[in-house]
């Protein structure tokens, strides 16, 4: 790892560093787990990230909102602990302990100091293999889940993006809100979370990285006392959603003196050779910062908005490209076409020669920015283990913007981009807008 | 355990860190400097703090701080219109800036070695913005798209807004930051230039330098851009209306169909930290931490969605770094079946035996426990440390309270907090709210009687 310290040192003269200043070990636990560790000794705790493949996703036919139930559950009591018991330790020991179910995945955080490492361990183990799913438990987070529906119904953020998903993605379980329906989610037994819990967390699918004040062999053993004893296998992945996405407008009514507008169109897989190509294209559309040309054209121009972005969605089992604003209901059509004008725009033209190279420079300057800190760290790591990607990849990285030319990124502009197959889902009382087919 | 419920902006924020090398010095136009090194990754933090906030705005004009924070990127002599951004990012870095009672705010992330360049633009616009018809015209359209966004499509933030105005009768604070819609539509690019030339100057202001820097290299290249820069001979003392004593209790009800979960709020005018005083602050955010701060094992969370089964969620919450009078805050949403007025009177009796018998023993240890730790964990964000010194020093506070603060907190006693509750958890000078759905019975009344 020499020679990679030399060649970051001889970036930072040249511009600014074009790597990330980590040093990540790859190991296998002695239990045979793989994990990635970056070993920073400065400050007492160690920051831990655990992600299982297939989240939400994985829920059974009819059982819609059982693994966020179950994650949700997690922290409500173990082995012999009670809920409050079970807080009272966490607290005590003065670890952050968090579970999250996305759409792609089970994630588990955890922050321990140093001084109580193996308690905390011991309390996380508990919590991941031996939950207790108390009845009490699953009453009261299920009523504060049905809280989040009801408010979602009446959230025209929330109306937005439910309905954009059930038109891109159908009867897929992409296609409905992890929280489940009032219906599904009241049926729910506590059979139906220990049958979630073996579907959706085994070391089958399994991304772990540790990032502070611990060693590599110390680590491969506290992994495979932390892990070791979930199954070995958990539930088929679901198949690949097929996009139902069709170019035009729906419109839902509802009562606010501005439509929220959520839009988008077929995307493309984090693996494709373009996906680079594609990158750096939509961060010129639509990406971070206020440069970005939907960001010019409708904030900065003609203050349509108070921000718009886009962004491509490259998930386990699907691909999109989506975007999102909130118009003034009189200005809302104006956006929405210039919108498309943009987009048909970039499709046709591609992108200025200038706008590549500070898109190159943004992408590949502010890589590196996003390693400071522990935990942040910790995240990317198991981020990039579970796209398969190797730990090279933080070197390499800037490469793969760099190599990105101006026919690159209008080849895939025009493979990739379809202006007329935009679908805009508009939540408000927009003036001059109806649904079309 | 699900959180996703606060009808406050306010979080708890716990304790300061004191290790962390920290360095301090002034310019001789009155431009005070602070440098946080963390010397992890090659990355710094410029933030300018402005000692400009809403709550300094003369009445009529509300929203001109907040606006002006939005002109702050439409170019100077050397910098066109809306290439502040485009510059900072093809660097590589991001920036961004914010409004709030108390201070205004302009940061940018960015690698250590393109420190200088941001120094030299962030130095220029403090003294030499230029508006053109077009952009401020333009710029005033997106803040009103701002307001319909995150105010009036969010009837949460409505109440809130009705809330806070009924809370401060005298005080600025009762304007809300974003500014009432009718004066914003009035706002005009002389009521900017007035505002930017009053407070936009050296002497006003705190530059933050955290990151991986060594302070003599920082001291150099302030005193090179920000030294040259003029002061204002505007900068007052900083004294605004005050509040009368609050007498009477203050009860609101807000009903909207957009509304699918109610809940109670309560706000008591409670101190802030003051300047080498911060002992009673200290007592509160312990008392917020115990009422509020576990979702499972606070005080109102066990009593309330525990043992009496009545609530979703109970939140209390406290923020000391404010420059004048703020307020401690409680909420409680009942469970589906529970009333208002019911989980309000579970709230108060909570808060009776909280201040009749204290706050478990073991309890208090674990907060403690916890905020000591707090210490070692905020190390490892240092744009979290920045933004706490910028946020002190804008507030009142000197660099001393900030390395104080985490000892004050472990310092504070049963007794103390016994006290600050006394004091500040009195409903005549509170304010009430209820949330509720669009034909929701309103009986909140019937409490009084």
Not at chain 1, 425 to 433: A, D, F, N, R
């Amino acid at each position: 790892m020499i020679r990679a310290i030399f060649a970051a040192a001889f970036a930072v003269a040249a511009a600014f560093p074009a790597q990330a200043a980590v040093q990540i070990q790859e190991l296998t636990s002695p239990g045979g787990i793989r994990a990635w560790l970056v070993e920073e000794h400065s400050l007492p705790f160690t920051a831990l990230e655990i992600r299982f493949e297939g989240g939400t996703s994985l829920d059974a036919p009819g059982k819609r909102g059982a693994t966020l139930l179950m994650t949700s559950l997690l922290e409500e009591g173990a082995g012999k602990m009670s809920s409050q018991d079970f807080a009272t330790a966490r607290e005590g020991l003065a670890a952050d302990l968090s579970f999250d179910a996305t759409d792609d995945a089970v994630t588990v955080s955890a922050q321990m100091l140093t001084e109580n490492r193996d308690q905390v361990v011991a309390l996380l183990k508990s919590a991941l293999t031996e939950p207790r799913f108390d009845q009490d438990a699953i009453d009261r987070v299920r009523a504060q889940i049905e809280s989040i529906i009801r408010q979602d119904e009446t959230d025209p953020s929330a109306i937005a993006g439910q309905s954009f998903d059930q038109l891109a993605f159908g009867d897929h379980p992409y296609g409905s809100s992890k929280y489940g329906t009032l219906d599904s989610l009241a049926a729910l037994t506590r059979d139906d979370m220990i049958a979630a819990k073996a579907a959706t967390m085994s070391r089958e699918h399994i991304s772990v990285a540790a990032v502070g004040d611990i060693d590599a062999a110390t680590l491969g053993k506290l992994i495979d006392d932390l892990l070791g004893s979930l199954p070995a296998k958990g539930a088929a992945m679901p198949p690949h959603a097929t996009l139902g996405l069709t170019g035009g407008v729906t419109v839902t009514d509802f009562d606010s003196p501005q439509s929220v507008v959520s839009f988008g169109q077929a995307g493309i897989k984090r693996d494709d050779p373009d996906f680079f190509a594609a990158y750096v294209l939509n961060h010129i559309l639509g990406g971070d910062g206020f440069s970005a040309r939907l960001m010019d054209e409708v904030r900065e121009k003609r203050g349509l908005t108070y921000g718009i972005g886009s962004y491509l969605v490259p998930m386990n089992l699907a691909e999109t490209w989506q975007g999102s604003f909130s118009s003034a209901n009189e200005k809302v059509a104006e956006a929405i076409a210039v919108t498309r004008k943009v987009w048909a725009d970039v499709a046709a033209n591609g992108v200025t020669d200038k706008e590549l190279e500070a898109a190159k420079t943004y992408l590949t300057g502010s890589f590196p920015l996003r390693f400071d800190g522990n935990g942040r760290i910790a995240g990317i790591l198991v981020g990039m283990m579970a796209e398969g990607l190797p730990a090279s990849y933080v070197n390499d990285r800037n490469g793969y913007v760099e190599a990105v030319t101006l026919e690159d990124v209008k080849r895939v502009a025009q493979r990739l981009m379809t202006p007329d197959a935009l679908r805009f889902v508009v939540v408000g009382k927009p003036v001059g807008l109806a649904t079309t087919n | 355990m699900f959180r996703a419920f606060w009808p406050f902006a306010l979080a708890l924020c716990a304790a300061s860190a004191t290790a962390g090398e920290v360095t301090s010095f002034d310019l001789k136009n009155g431009l005070k400097v602070v440098v946080i090194e963390d010397h992890r990754a090659p990355v710094v933090t410029q933030m300018v703090w402005y000692k400009a906030g809403s709550a300094d705005e003369k009445p009529g004009v509300s929203g001109i701080a907040h606006f002006l924070e939005h002109l702050m990127f439409k170019g100077t002599d050397t910098v066109a219109p809306g290439d502040f951004s485009k510059i900072v990012e093809a660097n590589g870095g991001s920036d961004n800036a914010f409004t709030s009672s108390d201070y205004t705010g302009y940061f940018q992330r960015i690698a250590a070695d393109r420190l200088e360049m941001v120094m030299k633009m962030e130095a220029d616009r403090m003294r030499n913005l230029k508006l053109s018809e077009d952009d401020w015209k333009t710029e005033l359209q997106v803040i009103i798209e701002e307001r319909n966004q995150r105010t009036d499509s969010d009837p949460g933030a409505i109440f809130s807004e009705q809330r806070r105005a009924a809370q401060f009768l005298n005080h600025p604070y009762g304007t809300p930051i974003i500014g009432w819609r009718h004066e914003m539509e009035g706002l005009t690019r002389q009521d900017a230039l007035d505002w930017y030339r009053t407070y936009y100057a050296p002497n006003d202001a705190v530059l933050v330098i955290a990151g991986d820097v060594m302070p003599d290299k920082v001291k150099a290249l302030a005193e090179t851009y920000y030294g040259p820069l003029a002061p204002s001979d505007g900068i007052g003392e900083r004294k605004r209306p005050q509040e009368p004593a609050q007498l009477s209790e203050r009860r609101m009800s807000f009903k909207d169909p957009r509304v699918a979960q109610p809940y109670v709020t309560r706000s008591y005018i409670a101190p802030e930290r003051d300047a080498s005083d911060q002992k009673k602050a200290a007592a509160l955010t312990i008392l917020a931490a115990a009422l509020g701060g576990s979702s499972q094992t606070s005080i109102l969370s066990k009593a309330l969605q525990f043992d009496q089964k009545i609530a979703l969620y109970a939140y209390a919450g406290y923020d000391g770094t404010s420059y004048d009078d703020t307020t401690f805050d409680l909420a409680v949403a009942p469970a589906p079946g529970v009333s208002l007025a019911d989980a309000e009177k579970a709230m108060d009796a909570v808060l009776a035996d909280v201040m009749k018998n204290g706050i478990p023993a073991e309890q208090f240890a674990r907060i403690k426990t916890q905020i000591r730790a707090e210490n070692i964990y905020a190390e490892d964000s240092v744009a979290s440390l920045a933004r706490r010194y910028g946020e002190a020093l804008t507030t009142g506070l000197t660099i001393a309270d900030v390395q104080e603060w985490p000892a004050v907190l472990d310092a504070v006693t049963q007794e103390d907090v016994l006290a600050a509750a006394a004091e500040v958890l009195d409903r005549r000078r509170a304010v009430t709210g209820w949330m509720m759905p669009e034909g929701a019975t309103d009986n909140t009344t019937e409490l009084m009687q």
